[in-house]
């Protein structure tokens, strides 16, 4: 099976690349180094056509980031949208089979008590906006198609950062070096709204699952249905970090009052929908930390 990841350099990328390596993986970048890689730059129509020829799968991730599109608002609706649009077009008229597109959860908008993939979406942010429009686009297009397509709406990915990827913004990434660089984590927000996180080996297997699946159409939530603060998460850091090295470390975080605590509001992203079907997250958030945390002492230790 010939399977092209775009954005197959990127932080979810790095990962399918990897998880589907027994298959014939193709990725799309920008400069192309070796005969797996083809060149496709999402804002020029011109290197989307023929970027699917031959293949069996796309799975396509490429997109502009959430703190890219504060800067550049228009260019993310000619990435993500009209790009998404573009690299559809190109599958069906090279007879792609399968079609999966990763999607966020953002789209829905302000989360509240449950959500399932039969929620309103109200999308709240440019970054919401331009992958709804992707999705838009994904089902106009496929109305004329045979195409088996899903949309994948995941919540928040977590895992090591692969190779020249700069995802150590990340809240749980973040943590995790500043505590084994600093020996401490100083919280500046009062880290109370709530976050459904899942682990991006999970996001793979879910994919691998709906690869298997005979579907024409569908459109599926990838969380761990669980939700947990980023108070909790530096709490987790420390314990885990404590608990590997032996060694103190330091937590520093705002005090808050009791309104505060109230007025945040717990939700779920149900998956169930897809796990009624079969597919079950294996990762957890503990084990998540624990991968990353020995990543970066072990680069400690050649410092």
């Known amino acids: 099976m010939n399977i092209l990841i775009t954005g197959g350099k ?3 990328g790095q990962y399918l690349a990897q998880y589907f390596s027994n298959e014939n993986v193709f990725v799309t970048t920008r400069t192309p180094r070796t005969a797996l890689e083809r060149k496709m730059i999402l804002s020029d129509e011109k290197t ?3 970027v699917c020829e031959g293949i069996d799968v796309v799975i396509h991730t490429a997109s502009m980031d959430e703190r890219e599109i504060l800067k550049k608002p228009k260019e993310a609706l000619l990435i993500n949208a009209f790009g998404t649009r573009e690299l559809y077009l190109d599958a069906a008229v090279c007879k792609v089979k399968k079609f999966l597109y990763l999607s966020t959860f953002h789209v829905y908008g302000t989360v509240e008590k449950m959500v399932t993939e039969e929620s309103r979406t109200t999308p709240i942010s440019d970054y919401a906006l331009t992958h709804l429009f992707a999705e838009q686009y994904i089902r106009q297009l496929h109305a004329s198609n045979t195409m088996q397509t899903s949309i994948l709406r995941l919540t928040n990915g977590i895992g090591l950062p692969g190779n020249e990827v700069d995802k150590w913004y990340l809240a749980v990434n973040d943590f995790c070096r500043t505590i084994v660089r600093e020996k401490q984590i100083v919280l500046k927000s009062n880290g109370l709204p709530r976050r459904d996180f899942i682990a991006i080996p999970d996001i793979c297997s879910a994919i691998k699952f709906l690869l298997n699946l005979e579907e024409e159409f569908g459109v599926y939530n990838i969380s761990s249905q669980k939700t947990v603060s980023i108070r ?4 987790m850091v420390k314990e885990i970090y ?16 009791k309104e505060e605590v109230e007025s945040i509001k717990d939700f779920t992203v149900s998956s169930q929908k897809l796990r009624k079907i079969g597919w079950e997250p294996k990762e957890t958030l503990e084990k998540t930390i624990e991968n990353i945390l020995k990543h970066e002492l072990e680069m400690r230790k050649k410092i």
């Open 48 to 50: 989307i056509k023929g």
């Open 10 to 12: 990127g932080y979810i």
């Open 242 to 257: 404590q608990k590997m090295t032996g060694e103190e470390a330091k937590l520093s975080l705002p005090e808050v009052s």
């Open 232 to 235: 909790e998460i530096a709490f």
